[in-house]
């Protein structure tokens, strides 16, 4: 299988609150939108892939094991960022075991979210 391109689809119980949490709150950028009214579809940018909010799925608890992970420059100045804009943050940041900083939140729908923080001396960074 040759992959052009991917992304994550998530079916939100509520599209709209999804889409304020993703767009207003995390910052993310959209990428495009299609479809109109409280039906369309935003696909979101995550770095290297894509986010999608579209449809509309029964409010139940996500699917166990789903998770997203977002790598960002600094996860302390978002951990107090996200703590200013009333997110839920399930665990602050933590340096782990296997080095790099990861703090926990829920999206609307308890879809886990990790942010992570890979740190300069982290072997992830270095460049032989």
Known sequence: MHVLSSR???RPADPERSRRFY???LG???Y???GTGPARGTVYFLGGGFLEVSGR???SAPPPGLRLW???ADVRAVHEELLGAA???LREPVTEPWGLVEMWIADPDGVEIVVVEVPEEHPLRYRP
Do not use: K, N, Y
């Open 8 to 10: 994550i689809l998530l």
């Open 23 to 25: 767009g207003d709150t």
């Open 28 to 30: 993310l950028a959209v």
């Open 32 to 34: 495009r939108e299609f």
């Open 57 to 59: 799925a029964p409010a």
């Open 70 to 72: 977002l790598q960002v």
């Open 87 to 89: 997110v839920e943050i």
